[in-house]
């Protein structure tokens, strides 16, 4: 009887390292993010408390983290992305960034495709419009200013 119970506790530990190794070699492996995507705060050109300041003197905790990274590859492709929806309205672009930040890419592009025709018409039918014209020239700033920055 000794050596019954012996053996069957064997086996039952065997089996438990076994569920254990099986399960930790199962398990998805999760990637330390190592880059942020940073970018000015979107009302920087608006806001008093900004008047008269460089965006690149902002101190890093008043720039917004739209996504991070585990590569800065694909930090930087999701920066590139962000400056071809750069004239969409902040809602749009956090949306779209965010889809392209989880892998999604190709569907961001399509998602993008509509706002970015509905701007570039906007764009047609006043070409000499004042607010236009700002507003190109305040979304192009705010993205030639976003980075990728390395995560301590």
Same mark, same amino acid.
């Given at each position: 009887?000794?050596?019954?119970?012996?053996?069957?506790g064997?086996?039952?530990?065997?089996?438990?390292?076994?569920?254990l190794?099986?399960a930790?070699?199962?398990a998805?492996?999760?990637?330390e993010?190592?880059?942020?995507?940073?970018?000015? =705060?979107?009302?920087? /050109?608006?806001h008093? #408390?900004? &008047?008269?300041? !460089?965006?690149?003197?902002?101190?890093? @905790? *008043?720039w917004?983290?739209?996504?991070?990274?585990?590569s800065?590859?694909k930090?930087?492709?999701?920066?590139?992305?962000?400056?071809?929806?750069?004239?969409?309205?902040?809602?749009?672009?956090?949306?779209?960034?965010?889809?392209?930040?989880?892998?999604?890419?190709?569907?961001?592009r399509?998602?993008?495709?509509? =706002?970015?025709?509905? /701007?570039?018409?906007? #764009?047609? &039918?006043?070409? !000499?419009?004042?607010?236009?014209?700002? @507003? *190109?020239?305040?979304?192009?700033?705010?993205?030639?200013a976003?980075?990728?920055?390395?995560?301590?």
């Amino acid at each position: 009887m000794e050596s019954r119970r012996a053996r069957s506790g064997a086996r039952d530990q065997v089996m438990r390292n076994a569920i254990l190794v099986i399960a930790f070699w199962a398990a998805p492996h999760i990637a330390e993010a190592q880059w942020s995507y940073l970018t000015p =705060p979107w009302n920087f /050109d608006t806001h008093p #408390k900004y &008047a008269g300041r !460089d965006i690149q003197a902002l101190p890093p @905790s *008043e720039w917004e983290q739209l996504a991070a990274f585990d590569s800065a590859a694909k930090c930087e492709r999701t920066r590139l992305f962000a400056g071809d929806i750069r004239n969409l309205s902040p809602n749009d672009r956090e949306k779209l960034v965010a889809l392209f930040a989880t892998g999604a890419e190709d569907q961001a592009r399509r998602d993008a495709e509509r =706002p970015i025709a509905y /701007d570039r018409a906007m #764009k047609k &039918a006043w070409p !000499d419009s004042k607010l236009v014209q700002e @507003s *190109e020239a305040a979304a192009r700033k705010w993205w030639s200013a976003s980075k990728c920055v390395p995560l301590r």
